[in-house]
Structures are given as C-alpha cells and as structure tokens.
T-cell receptor, first 118, second 115 residues
Framework: AQSVTQLGSHVSVSEGALVLLRCNYSSSVPPYLFWYVQYPNQGLQLLLKYTSAATLVKGINGFEAEFKKSETSFHLTKPSAHMSDAAEYFCAVSDRGAGGTSYGKLTFGQGTILTVHP | NAGVMQNPRHLVRRRGQEARLRCSPMKGHSHVYWYRQLPEEGLKFMVYLQKENIIDESGMPKERFSAEFPKEGPSILRIQQVVRGDSAAYFC?????????????FGSGTRLTVV
C-alpha cells in the first residue's frame, strides 16, 4: 500500500525566510505526487503536481517541489515566506495505473502546519 | 462556474441519529470522491463514485456508512446511528475524468459534530 510521510508536523519560519516542507513516499513505482494547502475551515487547494513531465515542478504562490526518485522525496520549497503562507500543507500520492492514468484516490500525509513570524 | 458545493457546512447530530452530507460536483465533473479528516490527522479516502456507480469503496467503514451518486442530484454520504467517533470534517472532491491527474477540486467540507 502507498504511504506518505511528512517530516515535522509544525514548521515555523520568519517572514522572508526559506520555506522547506518535507515529504517522502513509499511506492514501488513512482506515483503521481501532489501538494495541497488548507487554510482554516476551508477545503484543500492544489499547489502543484508531479506527473513525470519534469522533476522540478513550479506551482502557485511561488512554491515549487523537486521529485527525487533516489530519495523517494518530493519536498516543497519557497524562497521567501510571506505571512499569507501560514496554513496547513499536505503531500499526497496517487497510484499510477495502467496506461498512465491514475487511480481515483489520493493518499495523504499527516500534514505540516506552517507558521510565519513577522 | 461554481466550485464543488458541500452542504451543510456544519452539522450537529446527537448520538444515534442519522447524518446526510451532500456534495454537488463542479459542472462537467462526473467523478466524486469523499474523504474524512479526523482531528489532528490528514485526509483519509472513503469512497469514489461515478454517476450511479460505486467505483472504489475500500475506505468506507463496513457498517453505518453508505454513499450514492444518483443520475440526477448531488452525491450523498449517509451515516446512520452516529457515534462520537464520527465527529470529523468530511470533504468531497470532483474531477472531470477519473483520478486527480486531470484536476481534482475539493469542496469546503462539512464539519460533523456528534454530541
């Protein structure tokens, strides 16, 4: 079964500092990988996704993530944190089905709450 | 184009009552997914439906939980005889074609509290 591990349930950074949120997955075949953001009392919004086109993926709001097969990792970064980045971030994986289509479900990590200090 | 609409946003039920959660997918989306988020945890997959069909219910508890997505109308997640442990946020997502690769949009969730 697929699993996703997010290292660090809470990450705190200063405004303007680098943001690094870690995600490792376990899968015998490289899956599709996603990062979502959740603001309080809201649904999840897709930040970016890896579908094998390029290992460095750029997303919205200045975030990017790099797929590293050798490390089974898909860490999320942003060069300079903004106060509005404070939220909970989830890494997720989806099986890569036959013919390149994905199965329906996502498997999520436990989430990382990002706090940004002025 | 409205997003995924879930209602109610908040639902309070007494133990033993039934809870019905509704999800209207985005226009043009015929695939619906339900997830549950327990306090301090990530989202857990429950069920994947297409119109009138259950595709994958591997995450659904064996008892008291059911889901449907009729030909007309919203998808319904039904919880019978609710217990305190059912208190959680329930999220629905929809996509135009099966799987998150093609664009998976989440609703804002229904927060169920069982008292």
């Amino acid at each position: 079964a697929q699993s996703v591990t997010q290292l660090g349930s809470h990450v705190s950074v200063s405004e303007g500092a680098l943001v690094l949120l870690r995600c490792n997955y376990s899968s015998s075949v490289p899956p599709y990988l996603f990062w979502y953001v959740q603001y309080p009392n809201q649904g999840l919004q897709l930040l970016l996704k890896y579908t094998s086109a390029a290992t460095l993926v750029k997303g919205i709001n200045g975030f990017e993530a790099e797929f590293k097969k050798s490390e089974t990792s898909f860490h999320l970064t942003k060069p300079s944190a903004h106060m509005s980045d404070a939220a909970e971030y989830f890494c997720a994986v989806s099986d890569r089905g036959a013919g390149g289509t994905s199965y329906g479900k996502l498997t999520f990590g436990q989430g990382t709450i990002l706090t940004v200090h002025p | 184009n409205a997003g995924v609409m879930q209602n109610p946003r908040h639902l309070v039920r007494r133990r033993g009552q039934e809870a019905r959660l509704r999800c209207s997918p985005m226009k043009g989306h015929s695939h619906v997914y339900w997830y549950r988020q327990l306090p301090e945890e990530g989202l857990k997959f429950m069920v994947y439906l297409q119109k009138e069909n259950i595709i994958d219910e591997s995450g659904m508890p064996k008892e008291r939980f059911s889901a449907e997505f009729p030909k007309e109308g919203p998808s319904i997640l039904r919880i019978q005889q609710v217990v305190r442990g059912d208190s959680a946020a329930y999220f629905c997502a929809s996509s135009p074609i099966g799987g998150p690769y093609y664009g998976y949009t989440f609703g804002s969730g229904t927060r169920l509290t069982v008292v």
